[in-house]
């Protein structure tokens, strides 16, 4: 079962639409958490679903824990988005750039310079270091839910 629409249509779609009018509500995950008016609540949705089959909760507190880690996931999977998209976007905005300095430039030189402008982009090493700490995140919640399991397992 695919959860994620990675298709390029999700990030080529998503430039054509206007600014965010600050009129417009945000909608609300399980745990209070938003998704903007451009993200596919079904797909968010749909990933809360198999994670709550996989795991299955007996109680509110597993099913606390797994609306934590479906959250986590999905912050996880739109700063890896945003990730790539800007860089996909360095690779076309900056091809014209290294042709002129290197006329026979191959995409892994394109690659190299593209990421060198986005690293270049303020705050974009806290971007980053915050990824990190949301797959930290998850793993830990992945690994209690996974003890809890064990533990219910053995009874």
Same mark, same amino acid.
């Given at each position: 079962?695919?959860i994620y629409?990675?298709?390029?249509?999700?990030i080529?779609? !998503?430039t054509?639409t206007a600014?965010r009018?600050?009129a417009?509500?945000?909608?609300q995950?399980a745990?209070?958490?938003s998704?903007s008016?451009i993200?596919?609540?079904?797909q968010?949705e749909?990933?809360?679903?198999a994670?709550?089959e996989?795991?299955q909760p007996l109680n509110?507190f597993?099913?606390?824990?797994i609306?934590e880690?479906t959250?986590t996931m999905?912050?996880?999977?739109r700063?890896?988005?945003?990730?790539?998209?800007?860089?996909?976007l360095?690779?076309?905005?900056s091809w014209?750039?290294?042709?002129?300095?290197?006329?026979n430039?191959?995409?892994?030189?394109?690659?190299?310079?593209?990421?060198n402008?986005?690293?270049?982009i303020?705050?974009?090493?806290?971007?980053? !270091?915050?990824l990190n700490?949301?797959?930290?995140?998850?793993?830990a919640?992945? !690994?209690?839910?996974? !003890?809890r399991?064990?533990?219910?397992?053995r009874f």
């Amino acid at each position: 079962m695919q959860i994620y629409d990675d298709s390029p249509k999700s990030i080529s779609s !998503r430039t054509d639409t206007a600014p965010r009018d600050p009129a417009l509500p945000v909608l609300q995950s399980a745990n209070g958490g938003s998704l903007s008016p451009i993200e596919d609540s079904g797909q968010f949705e749909a990933l809360r679903s198999a994670v709550t089959e996989s795991y299955q909760p007996l109680n509110a507190f597993e099913q606390y824990l797994i609306d934590e880690l479906t959250e986590t996931m999905w912050t996880q999977k739109r700063l890896s988005s945003i990730t790539t998209g800007a860089l996909s976007l360095q690779i076309e905005s900056s091809w014209k750039e290294v042709s002129q300095q290197f006329p026979n430039a191959d995409s892994q030189l394109r690659t190299v310079n593209a990421w060198n402008n986005v690293t270049a982009i303020p705050g974009f090493h806290h971007a980053q !270091r915050y990824l990190n700490t949301v797959a930290g995140r998850s793993l830990a919640q992945m !690994r209690h839910l996974d !003890r809890r399991i064990a533990k219910r397992q053995r009874f």
